[in-house]
Nanobody, 122 residues
Framework: VQLQASGGGLVQAGDSLRLSCVGS????????IGWFRQAPGKEREFVAS????????YYSDSVKGRFTISRDNAKNTVNLQMNNLKPTDTAVYYC????????????????WGQGTQVTVSS
């Protein structure tokens, strides 16, 4: 499955952004989708994930309560709504497809999109 992430940009602290991940394959709906981010000089970290049907979602502690992940399998799309953004959210955001939304390790995900830059100014 090929993934295309979009929606990044430059915003101020407290603003909102919505990232989208669009999949090319008809099997998109069978995959768990995760969002990860990587800031300069830091390791890639888990942000959020959603299972194939959308009934199970998981968040990192750093974004819980501010970010919401959702999916529309009819449109092969997973969205990440990001509210109350902070400068510490600045990173390249990647979406990835894998077998289980429960596992947060990036090794669980076999397919990756190209990344979209999110920059939050203070």
């Amino acid at each position: 499955v090929q993934l295309q992430a979009s929606g990044g940009g430059l915003v101020q602290a407290g603003d909102s952004l919505r990232l989208s991940c669009v999949g090319s394959s008809r099997t998109f709906s069978t995959y768990a989708i995760g969002w990860f981010r990587q800031a300069p000089g830091k390791e890639r970290e888990f942000v959020a994930s959603i299972n194939w049907g959308g009934g199970s979602v998981y968040y990192s502690d750093s974004v819980k309560g501010r970010f919401t992940i959702s999916r529309d399998n009819a449109k092969n799309t997973v969205n990440l709504q990001m509210n109350n953004l902070k400068p510490t959210d600045t990173a390249v955001y990647y979406c990835a497809a894998g077998g289980s939304a429960y596992y947060r390790s990036f090794s669980n995900y076999g397919y990756w999109g190209q990344g979209t830059q999110v920059t939050v100014s203070s």
